[in-house]
């Protein structure tokens, strides 16, 4: 008996948790990964935006 892997059918262990191969894991790791640096660039300029860049950075 054997487990395959829910997206692209390649045999994977059946002591895997998971049902996606490693591989398939990593593509979906790096969409999330992508998606959650391009929200947090947009909250930095919003920041920016909405404290007029005052906030942060060295006092001279």
Known sequence: MSKFCKKCGKEIPL???ENLC???QNKRFGIVRKVGAGVLSMCAVVLAV????KSGGPKA
């Open 15 to 17: 002591s895997s948790k």
């Open 22 to 24: 490693e591989n398939c």
């Open 50 to 53: 909405v404290t007029k860049g």
